[in-house]
């Protein structure tokens, strides 16, 4: 490659690279692919790897590193290595990987927090974390505590940096949280909130946004549409909620032994508005899971022009069919929520949140059922990623339902 004419460097006859320290302890492997064509791969030397394959337009060694990526991410997580995988992959647009990256980070936020790694997030990546309708947090106030958690770590990072410390985390604080969305915290957890240091210490700016929180949560529907005026509608859109209060999980034990054409069922509730003005009244659910597939027996259909037979079907799929009840009991003409699937996998032995299907629907007196098929791979399943426990033999779903506001403003 050094050699093509279109290099400066094919005019000299002695050619210095420039690598960064990372890249330089493991050039020996880079090197060795070319003699070999095999390499081994760790998730500590990936990066680097990648690092040298792209440069250098290596493009079997980059495919290589990409696909062992994408089946190692959640170790990278627990190495303290996936953000910078992310990042990496998404400045150099390799659109698979960064994908895969994206996901799991969405998906598995609180984890990556945990991380020693969450440090490194920048604040444009962390910007257009909280402003997806998909991340996975147990609520909005855990979510906040991250966020906090993540500008006591910049705080630390900029201490030594010529930057003025209190201006740039003045400006970190009150950009990362315009995206928390106060509304979707309970009256209780915004009044916790007045006694944290960080509201003192910006108290007009938090007064505002607090504000708008309880707001939503009061019958003034005339002051929540003032104050909405200058704010994006995601303000009063949840996010996926693991809390029990918009989910209820499901769990199948033992899945290599049940019969074709199974059917697990939940029944749960919840209540009708995240505002708690109109918390007293809940919905009933029932979510039928059918994992090993469909069999409509044959029947016939009886009409005017004579009686019609109908073969039986089988359906390969797996589907979770919801049905909604009681709409009735809530003076309701229709119910517009939104529905999350998240199942469990394994990685490298490490569970986590493997998939999600979410998808916004409305839900009326004479459309009461939803089915979702395919959200899982039918065939597959049997030696997925998606069976977890110590035999490998569970499969653990976790259904959110949460009710929409309609654009307000």
């Not at 990256?101 to 257009?128: H, K």
């Not at 998240?342 to 916004?360: C, P």
Request: charged share 20%; with cysteine.
């Amino acid at each position: 490659m050094l050699m093509n004419k279109e290099w400066n460097e094919a005019q000299v006859m002695k050619v210095e690279l420039q690598e960064s320290q990372q890249c330089c302890e493991h050039f020996h492997k880079f090197l060795a692919f070319f003699y070999r064509g095999k390499i081994s791969i760790s998730v500590d030397d990936c990066l680097p790897l990648l690092c040298l394959a792209d440069k250098y337009n290596v493009k079997e060694l980059s495919s290589t590193c990409l696909d062992y990526m994408c089946s190692h991410i959640a170790y990278a997580a627990t190495k303290s290595i996936l953000l910078s995988w992310l990042q990496y992959t998404h400045c150099c647009s390799h659109l698979i990987a960064a994908q895969a990256c994206q996901n799991f980070v969405l998906w598995n936020f609180s984890t990556v927090a945990c991380a020693s790694d969450f440090g490194s997030l920048e604040l444009e990546s962390m910007v257009w974390i909280l402003q997806q309708n998909d991340l996975v947090v147990q609520d909005e106030l855990e979510l906040y505590r991250l966020v906090i958690f993540w500008l006591e770590l910049q705080q630390l990072r900029l201490i030594d940096t010529d930057m003025n410390l209190e201006e740039t985390m003045e400006m970190y604080t009150k950009t990362t949280m315009m995206c928390i969305r106060f509304p979707m915290m309970s009256p209780r957890q915004l009044a916790d909130l007045l006694l944290q240091g960080e509201v003192k210490k910006y108290k007009d700016f938090f007064v505002d946004r607090l504000g708008l929180g309880m707001a939503f949560h009061s019958s003034n529907h005339h002051h929540l549409v003032k104050l909405m005026k200058n704010e994006s509608d995601l303000m009063l859109t949840p996010r996926i909620y693991m809390t029990d209060t918009w989910s209820s999980g499901l769990t199948i034990e033992k899945y290599s032994d049940i019969q074709a054409y199974h059917t697990s069922t939940l029944v749960f509730s919840i209540p009708i508005s995240f505002s708690e003005c109109h918390q007293s009244s809940h919905v009933e659910w029932v979510a039928d899971f059918y994992p090993r597939g469909l069999w409509y027996p044959k029947g016939l259909l009886i009409a005017w022009e004579g009686t019609k037979e109908i073969p039986e079907a089988v359906l390969k799929t797996c589907r979770l069919s919801l049905t909604c009840r009681d709409l009735e009991s809530i003076n309701k003409m229709h119910f517009h929520v939104k529905i999350g699937i998240l199942v469990t996998g394994t990685s490298a032995g490490i569970e986590h949140v493997a998939q999600v299907v979410y998808k916004h629907h409305y839900f009326d007196r004479s459309n009461c059922v939803l089915h979702i098929d395919d959200f899982m791979p039918y065939e597959k399943l049997l030696n997925s990623k998606f069976l977890v426990g110590p035999n490998s033999d569970t499969l653990k779903l976790r259904i959110v339902i949460e009710p929409l506001v309609d654009m307000i403003k």
